[in-house]
Nanobody, 123 residues
Framework: VQLQASGGGLIQAGGSLTLSCAAS????????MAWFRQAPGKEREFVAG??????RYTDSVKGRFTVSRDNAKNTLYLQMNSLEPEDTAVYYCAVDRSPYPYVRESRRTYDYWGQGTLVTVSS
């Protein structure tokens, strides 16, 4: 599976952005897809994911971000509203091939990663 993330950019605080992640290759095994982010000097952290059981979000983005997927297009999305400077990071999409039905937050769970797209939120 190959993943291509896009949609990042420079945005003012309070603004909105939508990230996309296009998947290609053996997409039939993409049970769970997720977004992670990595801010400068910090570890990569889980942001949101979607799988057969539904969606899951980290607490800091609940109510502001929405994760969705279009299976016909093999594309994952992250709608980000009310952006804050603390959301500044490189955002990565990832795929978990496991048939486990719930979205997991551990990076080790995910088998494939996109190259990342930079989101910069100015105050």
């Amino acid at each position: 599976v190959q993943l291509q993330a896009s949609g990042g950019g420079l945005i003012q605080a309070g603004g909105s952005l939508t990230l996309s992640c296009a998947a290609s290759g053996r997409t039939g095994s993409m049970y769970t897809m997720a977004w992670f982010r990595q801010a400068p000097g910090k570890e990569r952290e889980f942001v949101a994911g979607i799988g057969r059981s539904g969606t899951r979000y980290t607490d800091s983005v609940k109510g502001r971000f929405t994760v969705s997927r279009d299976n016909a297009k093999n594309t994952l999305y992250l709608q980000m509203n009310s952006l804050e400077p603390e959301d500044t990071a490189v955002y990565y999409c990832a795929v978990d091939r496991s048939p486990y039905p719930y979205v997991r937050e551990s990076r080790r769970t995910y088998d494939y990663w996109g190259q990342g797209t930079l989101v910069t939120v100015s105050s």
